[in-house]
């Protein structure tokens, strides 16, 4: 993996400000690595379980009505994780020591992530797999699924005491 050099600096410094972060994590929506300071975790693994807890996240966010998503934090008996929005596309999460000011990795984390969405902005990850654009798979137009009644299920013909009988046109 190679990470912008931008966005390294950016982790490391977060750790200078931060002596309970434990790591980061930069990761695409999509739970791509995209950067990450993180000794003693396993970031790819990381960066899955974020973007997929991100999603979940703005879905609840969604269903209550309450706009986009900014930030989540999980708290565990050990420490916390936090994970910020980084643009539409990025996630930033760190994991912090039980001993964390919450508060302070608030304050730090928002402004990295502000930093960073930047870094991103001006130069875009560059996609392990180049998709090739959506026309190319669809040739030509594809009709619409016919829509299904309780009556749709019902054959033509009823039976009744005098033969079958068909039933009305709709």
Same mark, same amino acid.
């Given at each position: 993996? /190679?990470?912008?050099? +931008?966005?390294?600096?950016?982790?490391?410094? %977060? *750790?200078?400000?931060?002596? @309970?972060?434990?790591g980061t994590?930069?990761?695409?929506?999509?739970g791509l690595l995209l950067a990450h300071d993180a000794c003693?975790?396993?970031?790819?693994?990381i960066a899955a379980l974020?973007?997929?807890?991100?999603?979940? /996240?703005?879905?609840? +966010?969604?269903?209550?009505?309450?706009?986009? %998503? *900014?930030?989540?934090?999980? @708290?565990c008996g050990n420490g916390y994780l936090t994970t910020y929005a980084v643009g539409p596309h990025a996630v930033l999460?760190?994991?912090?020591?039980?001993e964390a000011n919450l508060a302070r990795a608030h304050l730090e984390a928002r402004r990295t992530a502000a930093k960073v969405s930047v870094v991103l902005v001006v130069s875009p990850p560059a996609s392990p797999v180049s998709r090739p654009a959506?026309?190319?798979?669809v040739t030509q137009a594809v009709p619409p699924l016919a829509r299904r009644t309780p009556m749709a299920a019902l054959s033509d013909l009823i039976p009744s005491p005098r033969g079958w009988l068909e039933t009305p046109q709709r």
């Open positions: 993996m /190679s990470a912008n050099p +931008a966005v390294l600096a950016e982790l490391e410094d %977060l *750790r200078r400000r931060l002596p @309970e972060l434990v994590v930069l990761a695409s929506t999509d003693d975790l396993e970031p790819d693994g974020v973007a997929a807890h991100f999603a979940l /996240s703005q879905r609840f +966010a969604d269903v209550v009505g309450h706009g986009e %998503l *900014r930030e989540t934090v999980i @708290e999460a760190l994991v912090t020591s039980q959506a026309s190319a798979f």
